[in-house]
């Protein structure tokens, strides 16, 4: 069964630390792995996306780490702030295989104390 | 340029009523996404619908639960006879061609079956 294995559930960083969200794969045909931001009651907003044939994408604060022999990545968030609290999905999606749905993890609710 | 939108925001239905969830793609989007959220969970694909046409309806429920997307109006997702276990956050996302790297999500309809 595809699945997206998400963890933390939970994370509390002091502001200015590093966040770090790990997530689990078991489907080798995905080849998109994209990190949504979601705040209370509003719908996810992408925030960084990594296809497997780079092992690091960086934008910002936001780095995504990949490794593809572990079916692993990770979202990193450096100098974390209060407005970064939020709850983190991470997704994949097989493009070629599929019509482009996402597969998400359950998500990971951050906060960042000031 | 608007994003995407959905109504009703809040919807409360007894058991055995219908619901109706409207989305509004982002203009030039002619691809709707509808994904469901259970409480702690993470988004769960249903169906792909391109105007007039249902692509992938792979996770959505056999029975109850249908969905359109007309030529003119908005996309639909339609819940017949409505239980507990119905009780969920449904968004939609949009996109201008198919696959998963456009996709904006409206900030859903949080259904509450009593």
């Known amino acids: 069964q595809q699945q997206v294995k998400q963890s933390p559930q939970s994370l509390i960083v002091q502001k200015g630390g590093i966040s770090i969200i790990n997530c689990a794969y078991e489907?080798?045909?995905?080849?998109?792995f994209p990190w949504y931001q979601q705040f209370p009651g509003k719908g996810p907003a992408l925030l960084i996306a990594?296809?497997?044939?780079?092992s690091e994408k960086k934008e910002g604060r936001f780095t995504i780490s990949f490794n593809k022999s572990a079916k692993q990545f990770s979202l990193h968030i450096m100098d974390s702030q209060p407005g970064d609290s939020a709850t983190y999905f991470c997704?994949?999606?097989?493009?070629?295989?599929?019509?482009?749905?996402?597969?998400f993890g359950k998500g990971t609710k951050l906060s960042v104390k000031p | 340029n608007a994003g995407v939108m959905q109504n009703p925001r809040h919807l409360v239905r007894r058991r055995g009523q219908e619901a109706r969830l409207r989305c509004s793609p982002m203009?030039?989007?002619?691809?709707v996404y509808w994904y469901r959220q259970l409480p702690e969970e993470g988004l769960k694909f249903m169906v792909y619908?391109?105007?007039?046409?249902?692509?992938?309806e792979s996770g959505m429920p056999k029975e109850r639960f249908s969905a359109e997307f007309p030529k003119e109006g908005p996309s639909i997702l339609r819940i017949q006879q409505v239980v507990r276990g119905d009780s969920a956050a449904y968004f939609c996302?949009?996109?201008?061609?198919?696959?998963?790297?456009?996709?904006?999500f409206g900030p859903g309809t949080r259904l509450t079956v009593t």
């Open positions: 996302a949009s996109s201008p061609r198919r696959g998963p790297y456009e996709q904006y």
């Open positions: 203009k030039g989007h002619s691809h």
């Open positions: 619908l391109q105007k007039e046409n249902i692509i992938d």
């Open positions: 489907n080798t045909a995905f080849d998109y």
């Open positions: 990594i296809r497997p044939d780079v």
């Open positions: 997704a994949a999606s097989n493009i070629g295989g599929s019509q482009g749905n996402l597969i």
